[in-house]
């Protein structure tokens, strides 16, 4: 099966500076990556997600890339805000199956 | 908007109990998903099912199993439960594109459930 190793466990940052979250996947066939953010108390919610076949997706001040070579993927925010204090969730999906989560990463972001 | 609502938001149960933790989503999604969280681990894929009476083991089923009599509805349970369950489990749904692939679970609020 895959496995989906995540770093840093935790990140503070002051507010607007920039964020950079990284996972590595075991397996190449992997060809979907999603990412979650969870804050305190709630539901993990998807934020934005990558398919093997693109490099990098942007979305405001959110991007992911992707380096199929080394196996790798990161998260990128830009200009962060306290709103953005949460536990970040990647995952990657081996072909059509279920998705395999890395351990998170809690942000804090002090203002 | 999609919505995944699990029946409970807190449970305290007693060791060796029966436990029913029960899922509802209302976007006709083929998949559903029992996860549970814990600190330091992530989430873990306890059982997962692409139709309905169908069910697939995760990576950590033992001490657990699932129904999906309906397609709406996904059913975990503890069938006698140990301290070690105590946990917040997560269900999600998911829709499948025509090749079958699953994209953007849809989380519930989750479930804290403690043994003692």
């Known amino acids: 099966g895959e496995n989906v190793e995540q770093h840093p466990s935790t990140l503070s940052v002051q507010e607007g500076d920039s964020a950079v979250i990284k996972c590595t996947y075991s397996?190449?066939?992997?060809?979907?990556f999603p990412w979650y953010k969870q804050e305190l108390g709630k539901r993990p919610q998807l934020i934005i997600d990558?398919?093997?076949?693109?490099g990098e997706k942007k979305d405001q001040r959110i991007a992911v890339t992707l380096n199929k070579t080394a196996k790798h993927f990161s998260l990128h925010i830009t200009e962060t805000q306290p709103e953005d204090s949460a536990v970040y969730f990647c995952?990657?999906?081996?072909?059509?199956?279920?998705?395999?989560f890395g351990k998170g990463t809690m942000l804090l972001v002090s203002p | 908007d999609v919505k995944v609502t699990q029946s409970s938001r807190y449970l305290v149960k007693r060791t060796g109990e029966k436990v029913f933790l029960e899922c509802v989503q209302d976007m006709d999604h083929e998949n559903m998903f029992w996860y549970r969280q814990d600190p330091g681990l992530g989430l873990r894929l306890i059982y997962f099912s692409y139709d309905v009476k169908m069910k697939e083991k995760g990576d950590i089923p033992e001490g657990y199993s699932v129904s999906r009599e309906k397609k709406e509805r996904f059913s975990l349970i503890l069938e006698s439960a140990s301290t070690n369950q105590t946990s917040m489990y997560l269900c999600?749904?998911?829709?499948?594109?025509?090749?079958?692939?699953?994209?953007?679970?849809?989380f519930g609020s989750g479930t804290r459930l403690t043994v003692v």
């Open positions: 999600a749904s998911s829709r499948s594109d025509l090749t079958g692939a699953n994209y953007g679970y849809t």
């Open positions: 990558i398919r093997s076949n693109v």
């Open positions: 397996d190449s066939a992997s060809n979907y």
């Open positions: 995952a990657a999906r081996l072909g059509y199956s279920t998705l395999t």
